[in-house]
C-alpha cells in the first residue's frame, strides 16, 4: 500500500517542529526522509513488478521464500534509493525544501 500525499507533508511538518539535534541539521534530516521515501516508492514498485510475473504453479513457492524475496527487494531499494540513481529523493527534497522555506 503505498504512502499518501499527505505522509510526506506530514513528515514536512513534523522536521519544522524538531529541535535541531547536536551534529544533525534540519536539511539533512529532510534529505534523509526525502530518500526513505524514495525507497518506498521503489520497494513498492517493486513489489508490484513481482505480482505480474509469469509464474508456474508447478513448483509452489514457501513462505520463507516470500518472505526472502520481499527483504530481499526492501535491500534493492534502499540501495538505490542510496545511489540517488532515480532521482526521485532529490526531487522530494527540493519540493519539501521550498515549502518548509514558506
Known amino acids: 500500500m503505498p504512502l499518501p500525499?499527505?505522509?510526506?507533508?506530514?513528515?514536512?511538518?513534523?522536521?519544522?517542529?524538531?529541535?535541531?539535534?547536536?551534529?544533525?541539521?534540519?536539511?539533512?534530516?529532510?534529505r534523509e526522509a526525502a530518500n526513505e521515501f524514495e525507497a518506498i516508492f521503489i520497494q513498492q514498485m517493486l513489489k508490484s513488478m513481482r505480482k505480474t510475473s509469469l509464474e508456474s504453479d508447478l513448483l509452489?513457492?514457501?513462505?520463507?521464500?516470500k518472505?526472502?524475496?520481499?527483504?530481499?527487494?526492501?535491500?534493492?531499494?534502499?540501495?538505490?534509493?542510496?545511489?540517488g540513481s532515480l532521482g526521485l529523493g532529490q526531487m522530494i527534497y527540493q519540493q519539501l525544501k521550498s515549502n518548509l522555506e514558506k
Open 5 to 30: 500525499l499527505s505522509a510526506l507533508t506530514l513528515r514536512a511538518n513534523q522536521l519544522k517542529v524538531i529541535p535541531k539535534t547536536k551534529g544533525v541539521s534540519e536539511d539533512a534530516k529532510l
Open 60 to 65: 509452489p513457492k514457501s513462505e520463507g521464500e
Open 67 to 83: 518472505i526472502f524475496r520481499s527483504m530481499l527487494d526492501e535491500q534493492y531499494a534502499k540501495l538505490s534509493a542510496k545511489s
